[in-house]
Every structure is written in structure tokens, then in C-alpha cells.
């Protein structure tokens, strides 16, 4: 299969690489269909990284079931499914919570296989993959990793209807809390620094935007 690689300068190679396989009878194989970039992405790019040559990056993603193992249930074949990217080891004390997101071992787990969204195909336990109903695409569903983020923030903070809420940063996350705050019935107030973020924070119902 074909695969964004990461170089030593931290760049990127397209290149042949081997195509994963199902490991276990509860693991699914899926075709990459959409990967976001991420802030998280960026902050690597163009820097010397050699502990990230030749690795496959990229957690945000969305695709289509290629093949599942004998154990699997939960989805088939052809189903277009959403691909949770955060996976531990399983053992932790985090993990046996349900924290996984806190596993010692999260890093090394994941990017060995559901965290590899810039490669033609990835693999995982079949826990990872989410049938996504028919009027998500595939790009919306690339950013759900992105809106759970601001969702828990929504969770943490208590809001509810008539609520004033400020958002310092109209990025993808901001404008995501935006969303979620206003769906809440909450005025919101959304600052920046770029006027295009504004504009489009403005268009997704801010009641105040605020060049700072
Ligand atoms: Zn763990």
C-alpha cells in the first residue's frame, strides 16, 4: 500500500510500504478514506525528528471496512466507519478504567496501529471502529476526534441554557466549542488574532467576535 512517510527532517514521502494485517480474530482492516491534520501534526512539521523516520502518522480518520476477523460483530465489510485513534494497552490501571487516554503505554500501543491515518490502510480492534450513521461523511467524521474534545470540555464545564460563555481562540477547537456552546442556548463571545477566524466564528452563530 501506498503511505505518507515521515522523513528525518520531518517531512513527507509517499511511499510502498506493507499493507497491515487483521492479528487477531477481533480486529478489522479498513481503507483509509479521509485523515485530518491535526495541531498535533504540525507541531512536527519540518523538525528534526529521527525517533519519527519512516513512521506513519495521523490520528484523525474515517474509512470503509475492508475485512474483519472471525470475532467481529459490531461491523462489517463495506460499512463506513469512524476509527477512535486513542488506544492503551489494555492493562493499565488507566486502562482497567476505562482512562486509557492516560496509559503509560498509549503512545507506543497506538501508533503501531489505529494511529497511522496517513497510510492507505490501518488495522485495530474492532472496539476502534464506530458504524457512522448515512448523513455523516467521511470528512465530518474525520473531525469527531476533534469534537469529543470539545464536547468533555462542554461536560466539564457545567454550562447550560442562557449561560454567557467567552472562548479565547477561534481554531478548530474554539469554533467547535462555539458550535456546541450555542446548540447549549448559551451568548457566546469568541476572541482571536486572525480576522478569517472571526468571520467564520461569526457565521457559526457567535453573538460577539473580538479581534484581541
Ligand atoms: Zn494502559
Redesign the pocket.
Known sequence: MKAAVKTANGRFEITEVERPVIPDAGWVLARVRVAGICGTDLRHWNKHEPELEHHIVGHELAGEVVEIGPGVTNVAPGDRVVIESVM?????E??RVQQ?NL???LYEVRTKCVSRAYGEFVTGPASKFYKLPGHVSFEEAALIDTFSVCLHAQHMSGLSINNKVAIIGAGPIGLGQLMLAKASGADVLITDVVDSALALAKELGADMILNT
Open positions: 492503551g494497552d489494555g492493562e493499565c488507566w486502562c486509557y496509559c503509560p503505554n
